[in-house]
Protein backbone atom coordinates (compact mmCIF):
# COMPACT_ATOMS: atom_id res chain seq x y z
CA UNK A 1 0.00 0.00 0.00
CA UNK A 2 3.20 2.17 0.87
CA UNK A 3 4.58 1.55 -2.70
CA UNK A 4 1.11 2.56 -4.34
CA UNK A 5 0.23 5.35 -2.19
CA UNK A 6 3.85 6.82 -2.66
CA UNK A 7 3.44 6.02 -6.59
CA UNK A 8 0.19 8.18 -6.62
CA UNK A 9 1.67 11.26 -4.99
CA UNK A 10 4.98 11.02 -7.65
CA UNK A 11 2.17 11.17 -10.28
CA UNK A 12 -0.22 13.98 -8.66
CA UNK A 13 3.46 15.93 -8.44
CA UNK A 14 4.01 15.42 -12.05
CA UNK A 15 0.50 16.75 -12.92
CA UNK A 16 0.78 19.27 -10.85
CA UNK A 17 4.50 20.40 -12.23
CA UNK A 18 3.06 19.99 -15.58
CA UNK A 19 0.20 22.16 -15.32
CA UNK A 20 2.76 24.80 -13.32
CA UNK A 21 4.44 24.43 -16.73
CA UNK A 22 1.73 25.04 -18.91
CA UNK A 23 0.60 27.75 -17.19
CA UNK A 24 3.81 29.87 -17.09
CA UNK A 25 4.07 29.30 -21.15
CA UNK A 26 0.82 30.18 -21.72
CA UNK A 27 1.08 33.24 -19.92
CA UNK A 28 4.11 34.48 -22.27
CA UNK A 29 2.96 32.74 -25.21
CA UNK A 30 -0.47 31.73 -26.83
CA UNK A 31 -0.35 28.13 -26.48
CA UNK A 32 -3.88 27.32 -25.52
CA UNK A 33 -5.37 29.67 -27.94
CA UNK A 34 -2.94 27.81 -30.71
CA UNK A 35 -4.12 24.28 -29.61
CA UNK A 36 -7.47 25.07 -29.43
CA UNK A 37 -7.53 26.31 -33.18
CA UNK A 38 -5.45 23.45 -34.43
CA UNK A 39 -7.33 20.58 -32.33
CA UNK A 40 -10.51 21.93 -33.83
CA UNK A 41 -9.17 22.52 -37.21
CA UNK A 42 -11.56 20.46 -39.89
CA UNK A 43 -9.45 18.55 -42.51
CA UNK A 44 -11.15 17.44 -45.69
CA UNK A 45 -12.15 13.45 -45.69
CA UNK A 46 -11.96 12.67 -49.43
CA UNK A 47 -8.97 10.33 -51.11
CA UNK A 48 -8.01 12.98 -53.97
CA UNK A 49 -7.22 15.39 -50.98
CA UNK A 50 -4.12 13.08 -49.87
CA UNK A 51 -2.11 13.94 -52.82
CA UNK A 52 -0.77 16.40 -51.23
CA UNK A 53 0.02 14.60 -48.13
CA UNK A 54 1.85 12.08 -50.50
CA UNK A 55 3.98 14.70 -51.56
CA UNK A 56 4.98 15.58 -47.94
CA UNK A 57 5.40 12.22 -46.82
CA UNK A 58 7.87 11.48 -49.45
CA UNK A 59 10.01 14.75 -48.77
CA UNK A 60 9.67 13.80 -45.11
CA UNK A 61 11.11 10.25 -46.31
CA UNK A 62 13.51 12.17 -48.51
CA UNK A 63 15.48 14.22 -45.89
CA UNK A 64 16.50 11.38 -43.48
CA UNK A 65 18.25 9.33 -46.12
CA UNK A 66 19.85 12.52 -48.05
CA UNK A 67 21.14 13.52 -44.59
CA UNK A 68 22.51 9.21 -44.05
CA UNK A 69 23.93 9.47 -47.92
CA UNK A 70 25.73 12.80 -46.61
CA UNK A 71 27.74 11.08 -43.87
CA UNK A 72 29.32 8.82 -46.38
CA UNK A 73 29.70 10.64 -50.27
CA UNK A 74 32.45 13.13 -51.09
CA UNK A 75 31.56 15.47 -53.91
CA UNK A 76 35.24 16.11 -55.16
CA UNK A 77 36.00 15.61 -58.59
CA UNK A 78 39.58 14.57 -57.95
CA UNK A 79 40.47 11.64 -59.76
CA UNK A 80 41.96 8.63 -58.50
CA UNK A 81 42.15 4.97 -59.32
CA UNK A 82 39.46 2.57 -58.46
CA UNK A 83 40.53 -0.06 -55.73
CA UNK A 84 37.28 -1.32 -54.41
CA UNK A 85 35.44 -4.82 -54.43
CA UNK A 86 33.43 -3.84 -57.60
CA UNK A 87 35.70 -5.98 -59.89
CA UNK A 88 34.82 -4.67 -63.64
CA UNK A 89 35.54 -1.18 -62.91
CA UNK A 90 38.70 -2.12 -60.56
CA UNK A 91 41.80 -0.23 -61.79
CA UNK A 92 39.78 2.42 -63.83
CA UNK A 93 40.28 6.09 -63.49
CA UNK A 94 37.29 8.15 -61.34
CA UNK A 95 36.19 11.13 -59.10
CA UNK A 96 35.55 10.69 -55.64
CA UNK A 97 31.85 11.40 -56.71
CA UNK A 98 31.81 8.28 -58.29
CA UNK A 99 34.11 6.19 -56.34
CA UNK A 100 31.79 6.79 -52.73
CA UNK A 101 28.92 6.25 -54.68
CA UNK A 102 29.99 3.08 -55.33
CA UNK A 103 31.33 2.49 -51.55
CA UNK A 104 28.03 3.57 -50.60
CA UNK A 105 26.54 0.59 -52.99
CA UNK A 106 28.75 -1.77 -51.64
CA UNK A 107 30.54 -1.41 -48.77
CA UNK A 108 28.54 1.10 -46.28
CA UNK A 109 25.94 -0.93 -44.74
CA UNK A 110 22.56 -0.64 -46.05
CA UNK A 111 23.87 2.02 -48.19
CA UNK A 112 22.45 0.71 -51.47
CA UNK A 113 18.95 0.50 -49.71
CA UNK A 114 19.16 4.10 -48.56
CA UNK A 115 20.50 5.24 -52.34
CA UNK A 116 17.10 3.57 -53.62
CA UNK A 117 14.76 4.43 -50.88
CA UNK A 118 16.23 8.06 -51.70
CA UNK A 119 16.14 8.01 -55.37
CA UNK A 120 12.16 6.46 -55.67
CA UNK A 121 10.96 8.71 -52.58
CA UNK A 122 12.40 11.84 -55.03
CA UNK A 123 10.25 10.38 -58.01
CA UNK A 124 7.28 9.71 -55.88
CA UNK A 125 7.90 13.70 -54.46
CA UNK A 126 7.57 14.82 -57.77
CA UNK A 127 5.28 13.09 -59.02
CA UNK A 128 2.51 13.43 -56.17
CA UNK A 129 3.08 17.33 -56.73
CA UNK A 130 2.42 17.16 -60.53
CA UNK A 131 -0.99 15.18 -59.64
CA UNK A 132 -2.23 17.29 -56.91
CA UNK A 133 -1.46 20.39 -58.98
CA UNK A 134 -3.45 18.63 -61.71
CA UNK A 135 -6.23 18.05 -58.95
CA UNK A 136 -6.19 21.90 -58.17
CA UNK A 137 -6.81 22.63 -61.11
CA UNK A 138 -9.32 20.81 -62.58
CA UNK A 139 -11.38 21.30 -59.71
CA UNK A 140 -11.01 25.16 -59.60
CA UNK A 141 -9.22 25.10 -56.19
CA UNK A 142 -6.51 27.92 -57.04
CA UNK A 143 -9.41 30.60 -56.98
CA UNK A 144 -9.71 33.09 -54.26
CA UNK A 145 -8.48 33.50 -52.24
CA UNK A 146 -5.82 30.32 -52.90
CA UNK A 147 -4.21 32.01 -56.03
CA UNK A 148 -0.90 32.73 -53.40
CA UNK A 149 -0.82 29.27 -52.11
CA UNK A 150 -1.01 27.87 -55.88
CA UNK A 151 1.94 29.99 -56.87
CA UNK A 152 4.15 28.60 -53.83
CA UNK A 153 2.78 25.21 -55.60
CA UNK A 154 4.15 26.25 -59.05
CA UNK A 155 7.48 27.15 -57.15
CA UNK A 156 7.70 24.18 -55.26
CA UNK A 157 7.37 22.16 -58.43
CA UNK A 158 10.08 24.45 -60.48
CA UNK A 159 12.54 23.38 -57.10
CA UNK A 160 11.89 19.78 -56.92
CA UNK A 161 12.69 19.49 -60.70
CA UNK A 162 15.59 21.28 -59.75
CA UNK A 163 16.67 19.48 -56.95
CA UNK A 164 15.81 15.83 -58.38
CA UNK A 165 18.19 17.18 -61.35
CA UNK A 166 20.64 18.11 -58.91
CA UNK A 167 20.79 15.28 -57.09
CA UNK A 168 20.60 13.03 -60.10
CA UNK A 169 24.04 14.45 -60.94
CA UNK A 170 26.17 14.18 -58.35
CA UNK A 171 27.20 10.14 -58.75
CA UNK A 172 29.46 11.81 -62.24
CA UNK A 173 28.08 8.27 -63.50
CA UNK A 174 28.36 8.53 -67.17
CA UNK A 175 24.44 8.44 -67.57
CA UNK A 176 24.04 11.69 -65.30
CA UNK A 177 27.48 13.52 -66.87
CA UNK A 178 25.62 13.43 -70.17
CA UNK A 179 22.42 15.14 -68.60
CA UNK A 180 25.63 17.46 -67.39
CA UNK A 181 26.57 17.96 -71.14
CA UNK A 182 23.24 18.76 -71.86
CA UNK A 183 22.56 21.28 -69.48
CA UNK A 184 26.19 23.03 -70.34
CA UNK A 185 24.49 22.97 -74.45
CA UNK A 186 21.32 24.98 -73.00
CA UNK A 187 23.41 26.99 -71.08
CA UNK A 188 25.46 28.20 -73.82
CA UNK A 189 22.41 28.58 -76.22
CA UNK A 190 21.28 31.50 -73.92
CA UNK A 191 22.43 34.36 -76.70
CA UNK A 192 25.23 36.80 -75.78
CA UNK A 193 26.16 35.59 -72.39
CA UNK A 194 25.88 32.03 -72.64
CA UNK A 195 29.73 30.80 -73.19
CA UNK A 196 30.45 33.78 -70.02
CA UNK A 197 27.80 31.51 -68.45
CA UNK A 198 28.34 28.23 -69.14
CA UNK A 199 32.32 29.02 -68.49
CA UNK A 200 30.92 30.29 -64.89
CA UNK A 201 28.57 27.30 -63.98
CA UNK A 202 31.33 25.12 -64.54
CA UNK A 203 34.59 26.63 -63.71
CA UNK A 204 35.97 26.33 -66.90
CA UNK A 205 35.70 24.52 -70.11
CA UNK A 206 33.53 21.71 -69.78
CA UNK A 207 33.24 19.63 -68.03
CA UNK A 208 35.63 21.65 -65.70
CA UNK A 209 36.04 20.97 -62.01
CA UNK A 210 33.95 22.36 -59.42
CA UNK A 211 30.92 21.31 -61.26
CA UNK A 212 30.05 18.74 -59.02
CA UNK A 213 30.62 20.26 -55.46
CA UNK A 214 28.27 23.37 -56.32
CA UNK A 215 25.67 21.23 -57.56
CA UNK A 216 26.37 19.62 -54.15
CA UNK A 217 25.79 22.46 -52.20
CA UNK A 218 23.01 23.15 -54.33
CA UNK A 219 21.42 20.08 -53.60
CA UNK A 220 22.15 19.77 -50.03
CA UNK A 221 21.83 23.08 -48.48
CA UNK A 222 19.81 26.20 -50.79
CA UNK A 223 17.51 23.97 -52.64
CA UNK A 224 16.50 22.01 -49.69
CA UNK A 225 15.95 25.55 -47.99
CA UNK A 226 13.68 27.04 -50.10
CA UNK A 227 11.56 24.07 -50.15
CA UNK A 228 11.24 23.92 -46.74
CA UNK A 229 10.59 27.33 -46.62
CA UNK A 230 7.94 27.01 -49.35
CA UNK A 231 6.32 24.09 -47.56
CA UNK A 232 5.69 25.70 -44.31
CA UNK A 233 4.47 28.52 -46.30
CA UNK A 234 2.05 25.96 -48.13
CA UNK A 235 0.68 24.49 -45.15
CA UNK A 236 0.18 27.95 -43.29
CA UNK A 237 -1.81 28.87 -45.79
CA UNK A 238 -3.51 25.64 -46.31
CA UNK A 239 -4.11 26.05 -42.03
CA UNK A 240 -5.28 29.74 -42.60
CA UNK A 241 -7.73 29.72 -46.13
CA UNK A 242 -8.97 26.35 -44.69
CA UNK A 243 -9.73 23.21 -47.69
CA UNK A 244 -11.91 23.51 -50.35
CA UNK A 245 -14.88 20.54 -50.60
CA UNK A 246 -17.18 18.52 -52.70
CA UNK A 247 -20.68 19.72 -53.20
CA UNK A 248 -22.76 17.10 -50.77
CA UNK A 249 -25.29 17.98 -48.84
CA UNK A 250 -24.14 20.05 -45.62
CA UNK A 251 -21.41 21.51 -47.94
CA UNK A 252 -21.28 25.00 -48.97
CA UNK A 253 -19.04 27.79 -50.33
CA UNK A 254 -19.26 29.45 -46.51
CA UNK A 255 -18.35 26.66 -44.12
CA UNK A 256 -15.31 23.99 -43.90
CA UNK A 257 -16.53 20.84 -43.19
CA UNK A 258 -14.26 17.87 -42.60
CA UNK A 259 -12.93 15.39 -40.05
CA UNK A 260 -11.40 17.05 -36.91
CA UNK A 261 -7.46 16.70 -36.53
CA UNK A 262 -7.51 14.82 -33.13
CA UNK A 263 -8.13 11.88 -33.41
CA UNK A 264 -9.44 10.85 -36.70
CA UNK A 265 -7.27 12.78 -39.03
CA UNK A 266 -4.18 12.30 -37.05
CA UNK A 267 -4.71 8.68 -36.85
CA UNK A 268 -5.26 8.36 -41.01
CA UNK A 269 -2.27 10.96 -41.45
CA UNK A 270 0.29 8.76 -39.62
CA UNK A 271 -1.01 5.37 -41.14
CA UNK A 272 -0.71 7.29 -45.07
CA UNK A 273 3.22 8.30 -43.61
CA UNK A 274 4.27 4.53 -42.59
CA UNK A 275 2.16 2.96 -45.60
CA UNK A 276 4.15 5.33 -47.92
CA UNK A 277 7.26 4.54 -45.80
CA UNK A 278 6.84 0.86 -46.13
CA UNK A 279 5.74 0.88 -49.76
CA UNK A 280 9.04 2.75 -50.63
CA UNK A 281 11.05 0.59 -48.96
CA UNK A 282 9.82 -2.75 -50.55
CA UNK A 283 10.10 -0.86 -53.90
CA UNK A 284 13.24 0.11 -53.09
CA UNK A 285 14.33 -3.59 -51.91
CA UNK A 286 12.32 -5.46 -54.92
CA UNK A 287 13.36 -2.52 -58.02
CA UNK A 288 16.66 -1.49 -59.21
CA UNK A 289 16.84 2.26 -60.00
CA UNK A 290 19.47 3.86 -61.08
CA UNK A 291 22.53 1.12 -61.35
CA UNK A 292 25.53 3.74 -61.35
CA UNK A 293 28.13 0.92 -61.17
CA UNK A 294 26.35 -0.40 -65.17
CA UNK A 295 27.39 3.29 -66.56
CA UNK A 296 30.82 3.67 -65.59
CA UNK A 297 32.78 6.83 -64.59
CA UNK A 298 32.20 10.12 -66.79
CA UNK A 299 34.24 10.73 -69.62
CA UNK A 300 33.90 13.72 -71.89
CA UNK A 301 34.17 11.62 -74.97
CA UNK A 302 31.81 8.63 -74.18
CA UNK A 303 28.13 8.70 -74.23
CA UNK A 304 25.73 5.74 -73.16
CA UNK A 305 23.43 4.37 -75.42
CA UNK A 306 20.03 4.65 -75.11
CA UNK A 307 20.56 7.39 -72.07
CA UNK A 308 17.33 8.38 -70.54
CA UNK A 309 16.73 10.70 -67.96
CA UNK A 310 14.30 10.90 -64.90
CA UNK A 311 10.80 11.07 -66.04
CA UNK A 312 10.43 14.54 -64.29
CA UNK A 313 12.69 16.17 -67.14
CA UNK A 314 12.17 14.03 -69.75
CA UNK A 315 9.86 16.02 -71.62
CA UNK A 316 12.76 18.44 -71.65
CA UNK A 317 14.79 15.98 -73.87
CA UNK A 318 12.00 15.58 -76.08
CA UNK A 319 11.55 18.94 -76.73
CA UNK A 320 15.05 18.92 -77.78
CA UNK A 321 14.89 16.15 -80.07
CA UNK A 322 11.55 17.18 -81.96
CA UNK A 323 13.53 20.64 -82.27
CA UNK A 324 14.36 20.94 -85.86
CA UNK A 325 18.02 22.24 -86.40
CA UNK A 326 17.83 26.02 -86.63
CA UNK A 327 20.05 28.82 -85.91
CA UNK A 328 20.74 31.87 -86.85
CA UNK A 329 23.91 34.37 -86.99
CA UNK A 330 23.13 38.13 -86.15
CA UNK A 331 26.22 40.21 -85.25
CA UNK A 332 29.00 37.47 -85.26
CA UNK A 333 26.30 35.66 -82.30
CA UNK A 334 25.00 32.32 -83.15
CA UNK A 335 21.74 31.79 -81.85
CA UNK A 336 20.84 28.11 -81.39
CA UNK A 337 16.98 27.96 -81.67
CA UNK A 338 17.52 24.16 -81.50
CA UNK A 339 18.35 24.60 -78.05
CA UNK A 340 17.11 28.09 -76.92
CA UNK A 341 13.28 27.11 -77.84
CA UNK A 342 12.77 24.20 -76.38
CA UNK A 343 15.02 23.85 -73.79
CA UNK A 344 14.51 27.71 -72.23
CA UNK A 345 11.34 29.40 -73.77
CA UNK A 346 9.27 26.18 -73.97
CA UNK A 347 9.68 25.92 -70.35
CA UNK A 348 9.68 29.52 -69.12
CA UNK A 349 6.02 29.81 -71.08
CA UNK A 350 4.63 26.62 -69.29
CA UNK A 351 5.64 27.07 -66.21
CA UNK A 352 4.74 31.65 -66.86
CA UNK A 353 1.49 30.30 -67.14
CA UNK A 354 0.70 27.97 -64.73
CA UNK A 355 2.15 30.65 -62.55
CA UNK A 356 -0.39 33.32 -63.70
CA UNK A 357 -3.49 31.18 -64.62
CA UNK A 358 -5.47 31.77 -61.63
CA UNK A 359 -5.25 36.14 -62.87
CA UNK A 360 -5.66 35.43 -65.92
CA UNK A 361 -9.30 33.40 -65.19
CA UNK A 362 -10.01 35.88 -62.56
CA UNK A 363 -9.39 38.88 -65.38
CA UNK A 364 -11.12 37.11 -68.06
CA UNK A 365 -14.14 36.10 -65.80
CA UNK A 366 -14.39 39.21 -63.98
CA UNK A 367 -14.91 36.38 -60.81
CA UNK A 368 -13.66 38.08 -57.68
CA UNK A 369 -16.12 36.35 -55.10
CA UNK A 370 -14.27 33.28 -52.71
CA UNK A 371 -14.54 29.73 -53.57
CA UNK A 372 -14.40 26.93 -51.59
CA UNK A 373 -16.35 24.71 -52.85
CA UNK A 374 -14.90 22.13 -55.89
CA UNK A 375 -15.67 22.53 -59.50
CA UNK A 376 -16.74 19.33 -61.43
CA UNK A 377 -14.44 18.81 -64.23
CA UNK A 378 -17.41 18.10 -66.19
CA UNK A 379 -18.94 21.71 -65.59
CA UNK A 380 -16.21 23.25 -66.69
CA UNK A 381 -15.22 21.61 -70.19
CA UNK A 382 -13.20 24.66 -70.92
CA UNK A 383 -10.71 24.55 -68.55
CA UNK A 384 -10.54 20.30 -68.40
CA UNK A 385 -9.75 20.48 -71.90
CA UNK A 386 -6.79 23.03 -71.34
CA UNK A 387 -5.86 20.72 -68.86
CA UNK A 388 -5.81 17.21 -71.20
CA UNK A 389 -4.38 19.52 -74.06
CA UNK A 390 -1.44 19.95 -71.63
CA UNK A 391 -1.07 16.34 -70.78
CA UNK A 392 -1.10 15.10 -73.93
CA UNK A 393 1.23 17.56 -74.90
CA UNK A 394 3.58 16.92 -72.16
CA UNK A 395 3.07 13.03 -72.62
CA UNK A 396 4.29 13.45 -76.35
CA UNK A 397 7.43 15.20 -75.25
CA UNK A 398 8.08 12.24 -72.79
CA UNK A 399 7.45 9.94 -75.85
CA UNK A 400 10.02 11.66 -77.93
CA UNK A 401 12.82 11.31 -75.16
CA UNK A 402 13.14 8.21 -75.94
CA UNK A 403 12.63 8.10 -79.53
CA UNK A 404 15.72 6.02 -80.28
CA UNK A 405 13.97 3.44 -78.12
CA UNK A 406 11.32 3.44 -79.74
CA UNK A 407 12.32 3.34 -83.07
CA UNK A 408 14.73 0.18 -81.99
CA UNK A 409 11.18 -1.23 -80.28
CA UNK A 410 9.42 -1.01 -83.26
CA UNK A 411 12.07 -1.12 -86.22
CA UNK A 412 11.36 2.11 -87.57
CA UNK A 413 13.78 4.54 -88.39
CA UNK A 414 14.76 7.61 -86.15
CA UNK A 415 12.95 10.37 -88.30
CA UNK A 416 10.32 8.37 -88.86
CA UNK A 417 9.25 8.71 -85.20
CA UNK A 418 10.46 12.11 -84.45
CA UNK A 419 8.22 13.17 -87.90
CA UNK A 420 5.37 11.42 -86.49
CA UNK A 421 5.75 12.91 -83.13
CA UNK A 422 6.53 16.41 -84.71
CA UNK A 423 2.67 15.86 -85.96
CA UNK A 424 1.52 14.46 -82.41
CA UNK A 425 2.59 17.55 -80.74
CA UNK A 426 1.05 19.82 -82.80
CA UNK A 427 -2.34 17.93 -83.62
CA UNK A 428 -2.56 16.19 -80.13
CA UNK A 429 -3.35 18.38 -77.88
CA UNK A 430 -5.86 20.22 -80.04
CA UNK A 431 -7.78 16.59 -80.84
CA UNK A 432 -7.30 16.28 -76.69
CA UNK A 433 -8.87 19.58 -75.81
CA UNK A 434 -11.89 18.83 -78.50
CA UNK A 435 -12.37 15.31 -77.59
CA UNK A 436 -12.27 16.12 -73.90
CA UNK A 437 -15.20 19.14 -74.17
CA UNK A 438 -17.40 17.05 -75.87
CA UNK A 439 -17.18 14.04 -72.87
CA UNK A 440 -17.84 16.67 -70.85
CA UNK A 441 -20.64 18.49 -72.04
CA UNK A 442 -22.12 14.70 -73.03
CA UNK A 443 -21.93 13.77 -69.17
CA UNK A 444 -23.50 17.16 -68.66
CA UNK A 445 -26.20 16.08 -70.90
CA UNK A 446 -26.31 12.54 -69.01
CA UNK A 447 -26.53 14.69 -65.54
CA UNK A 448 -29.87 15.92 -67.27
CA UNK A 449 -31.27 12.99 -68.21
CA UNK A 450 -30.36 11.55 -64.77
CA UNK A 451 -32.48 14.42 -62.85
CA UNK A 452 -35.10 14.53 -65.76
CA UNK A 453 -35.77 10.70 -65.88
CA UNK A 454 -34.52 9.85 -62.83
CA UNK A 455 -32.34 6.57 -62.20
CA UNK A 456 -32.55 3.22 -64.12
CA UNK A 457 -33.89 0.52 -61.86
CA UNK A 458 -32.38 -2.37 -64.32
CA UNK A 459 -36.12 -3.42 -64.31
CA UNK A 460 -38.15 -3.90 -67.75
CA UNK A 461 -41.85 -2.98 -67.88
CA UNK A 462 -43.84 -4.12 -71.15
CA UNK A 463 -47.08 -2.43 -71.66
CA UNK A 464 -50.33 -3.86 -72.63
CA UNK A 465 -49.63 -3.02 -76.06
CA UNK A 466 -46.44 -4.51 -76.13
CA UNK A 467 -44.04 -1.66 -75.87
CA UNK A 468 -41.11 -2.54 -73.63
CA UNK A 469 -39.82 0.45 -71.52
CA UNK A 470 -37.18 0.65 -68.50
CA UNK A 471 -38.51 1.58 -65.19
CA UNK A 472 -36.91 4.71 -63.56
CA UNK A 473 -36.57 5.96 -59.95
CA UNK A 474 -36.82 9.42 -58.39
CA UNK A 475 -32.83 10.96 -58.23
CA UNK A 476 -31.69 10.42 -54.50
CA UNK A 477 -31.78 13.93 -53.08
CA UNK A 478 -27.77 13.72 -51.89
CA UNK A 479 -27.35 13.09 -55.72
CA UNK A 480 -29.64 16.05 -56.57
CA UNK A 481 -27.73 18.52 -54.49
CA UNK A 482 -24.69 17.36 -56.38
CA UNK A 483 -25.57 17.86 -59.53
CA UNK A 484 -27.50 21.05 -59.25
CA UNK A 485 -24.72 22.50 -56.71
CA UNK A 486 -22.72 24.53 -59.41
CA UNK A 487 -21.82 27.84 -60.11
CA UNK A 488 -23.68 29.89 -62.79
CA UNK A 489 -21.75 32.56 -64.51
CA UNK A 490 -22.19 34.07 -67.22
CA UNK A 491 -19.82 36.38 -69.99
CA UNK A 492 -19.85 40.11 -70.27
CA UNK A 493 -21.39 41.56 -73.08
CA UNK A 494 -19.92 43.64 -75.31
CA UNK A 495 -21.42 46.99 -75.31
CA UNK A 496 -23.87 48.17 -77.99
CA UNK A 497 -22.60 51.37 -78.92
CA UNK A 498 -19.47 53.40 -78.99
CA UNK A 499 -16.12 51.55 -80.07
CA UNK A 500 -14.72 48.81 -78.40
CA UNK A 501 -11.55 48.85 -76.89
CA UNK A 502 -9.33 45.70 -77.84
CA UNK A 503 -8.39 44.76 -74.40
CA UNK A 504 -12.32 44.45 -73.52
CA UNK A 505 -12.88 42.25 -76.84
CA UNK A 506 -10.00 39.99 -75.54
CA UNK A 507 -11.51 40.08 -72.49
CA UNK A 508 -15.11 38.48 -73.63
CA UNK A 509 -13.63 36.77 -75.72
CA UNK A 510 -11.57 34.68 -73.44
CA UNK A 511 -14.96 34.54 -71.14
CA UNK A 512 -16.94 33.23 -73.49
CA UNK A 513 -14.17 30.73 -74.01
CA UNK A 514 -14.33 29.58 -70.64
CA UNK A 515 -17.92 30.15 -69.54
CA UNK A 516 -20.22 29.32 -72.54
CA UNK A 517 -19.86 25.40 -72.51
CA UNK A 518 -22.99 24.96 -70.14
CA UNK A 519 -26.23 22.50 -70.60
CA UNK A 520 -28.80 23.56 -68.51
CA UNK A 521 -29.91 21.56 -65.61
CA UNK A 522 -33.84 20.79 -64.87
CA UNK A 523 -34.71 22.28 -61.39
CA UNK A 524 -37.29 24.05 -59.51
CA UNK A 525 -37.43 27.62 -58.45
CA UNK A 526 -36.85 26.96 -54.67
CA UNK A 527 -33.46 24.89 -55.69
CA UNK A 528 -32.26 27.28 -57.81
CA UNK A 529 -32.52 30.05 -55.30
CA UNK A 530 -31.15 27.38 -52.45
CA UNK A 531 -28.07 26.76 -54.99
CA UNK A 532 -27.53 30.33 -54.95
CA UNK A 533 -27.44 30.79 -51.54
CA UNK A 534 -25.27 27.80 -51.05
CA UNK A 535 -22.58 28.95 -53.41
CA UNK A 536 -23.06 32.26 -52.40
CA UNK A 537 -19.59 33.33 -50.86
CA UNK A 538 -18.96 33.72 -47.30
CA UNK A 539 -19.51 37.36 -45.16
CA UNK A 540 -16.68 38.71 -43.27
CA UNK A 541 -18.40 39.26 -40.60
CA UNK A 542 -18.79 37.90 -37.08
CA UNK A 543 -19.39 33.74 -38.20
CA UNK A 544 -22.93 32.79 -38.07
CA UNK A 545 -24.51 29.34 -38.60
CA UNK A 546 -26.60 28.27 -40.78
CA UNK A 547 -30.00 26.69 -41.23
CA UNK A 548 -27.78 23.46 -41.52
CA UNK A 549 -25.86 24.25 -38.02
CA UNK A 550 -22.68 24.77 -40.87
CA UNK A 551 -20.50 27.96 -39.84
CA UNK A 552 -18.85 30.49 -41.81
CA UNK A 553 -15.75 29.59 -44.18
CA UNK A 554 -13.73 31.83 -40.92
CA UNK A 555 -14.96 28.96 -38.90
CA UNK A 556 -14.77 25.72 -39.97
CA UNK A 557 -16.55 23.11 -38.48
CA UNK A 558 -15.24 19.66 -37.80
CA UNK A 559 -17.50 16.38 -38.45
CA UNK A 560 -16.60 12.82 -37.69
CA UNK A 561 -17.94 11.26 -40.52
Not at 204 to 226: A, K, M, N, Q, S
Not at 258 to 265: A, E, L, N
Not at 416 to 433: E, M, N
Request: positive net charge; glycine residues 8%.
Amino acid sequence: MSLRRARERRHERAKEAAVRAFDAADGRLPLAELARAVLRKAFPDHWSFLLGELALYSFLVLFPTGVYLTLFFDPSMVESTYTGPYEPLRGQLMTQAYTTTLRISFEVRGGLLIRQVHHWAALVFVAAIAVHMLRVFFTGAFRKPREANWAVGVSLFVLALLEGFAGYSLPDDLLSGTGLRTAATILGSVPVVGTNLEMFVFGGEFPGHVVIPRLYVLHVLLVPGLLVALLTAHLLLVFYLKHTHWAVPGRTNRNAVGQPMVPQFVTKSTGLFLLVFGTLTVMAAVAQVNPVWNYGPYRPDLVSAGSQPDWYVGFLEGALRLMPPWDTVVAGHTIMWNVLLPALVLPGVLFTGLLFYPLVEKWATGDHAEHHLCDRPRNRPARTGLGAAGITAYAVLLVAGGNDLVALTFRVSVETITWVLRVALVLGPLLAFAVTRRVCLALQAADRRRLTEGEETRRVYQAVHGEISGRHRPVPPAVRYRLLMREEQEPPALPEQGPVPRRLRLRTALSRFLLTDRIELPARAEERAAVVARSAPPRRTEPEADGNGDTEAGEPRASGS
